[in-house]
């Protein structure tokens, strides 16, 4: 009996990245590329279009991204597996995105047989984080790491856009949020990070590496 085809989406502003990643579905059994973007909003538009049977998609991409475009996504299409193929290997930010509705993790220093796994996984209902995450995720209390780790997964996306120069009006607008909510969430985060400006929040970001 032939094996049923994986449709899969991806999104990544990197287009090098994207080509990569195709030339790996194309030669593994079973997947089948329909639809590729550089950016969430795009992204969005691609699912009004087409039913994947999942969506790989970057964390860190320009315009919607983030927290915020997994929920976006978890919300209007409910029973839709989303990978997560990220950069960034904080345990704190695969939570975020797992509690958002993804139902995997796993960073672009993976090969492909593992790639493949999760995405195997995702599509036929199952979870996959990458063992290193996973494990901190299991162990490590996060209450006592790093500030932005003390962060919910509203204020860690306003700090996002925050640390890369959007205003408030922007931030607003992207998250589908009022300008008065936004401010709130401001006032918040800083607070929490012992801070007292954007400033402030974008040299502790270049600092800790969250600025790419």
């Known amino acids: 009996m032939k094996e049923k085809m994986i449709n899969v989406v991806l999104a990544d502003d990197h287009a ?14 079973g997947f089948n590329l329909i639809g590729e973007v550089s950016c969430g909003s795009k992204l969005l538009e691609l699912l009004r279009q087409c039913k994947p049977d999942v969506v790989i998609t970057d964390i860190n991409m ?3 991204s983030g927290i915020d475009l997994i ?3 978890h919300s209007q299409y409910p029973r839709l597996p ?5 950069m960034l290997d904080e345990p704190q930010i695969a939570s975020y995105a797992i509690k958002a509705g993804a139902h995997g993790y796993i ?5 492909a047989t593992e790639l493949l796994t999760a995405l195997r996984a995702v599509a036929g209902d199952g979870r996959y984080i990458e063992r290193g995450i996973a494990e901190h995720l299991l162990f490590n209390d996060y209450s006592t790491g790093a500030l932005h780790c003390t962060l919910s997964a509203r204020e860690r996306s306003v700090f996002d856009l925050l640390i890369i120069g959007k205003d408030t009006n ?7 949020i009022s300008n008065k909510t936004v ?3 401001k006032i918040n985060l800083l607070k929490k990070m012992k801070m007292k400006s954007t400033a402030e929040l974008v040299k502790y970001a270049v600092q ?4 790419l």
Do not use: Y
């Not at 989303?82 to 990220?86: A, D, E, T």
């Open 170 to 176: 922007e931030i607003a607008e992207e998250l589908c």
């Open 107 to 111: 960073t672009k220093n993976r090969n």
């Open 16 to 29: 090098i990245f994207r080509d990569g990643l195709k030339e790996i579905l194309v030669s593994a059994d």
């Open 82 to 86: 989303i990978l997560v193929l990220s």
């Open 208 to 211: 800790s590496g969250l600025l």
């Open 71 to 73: 929920a976006r996504i």
């Open 183 to 185: 401010s709130t969430h």
């Open 62 to 64: 320009p315009g919607i």
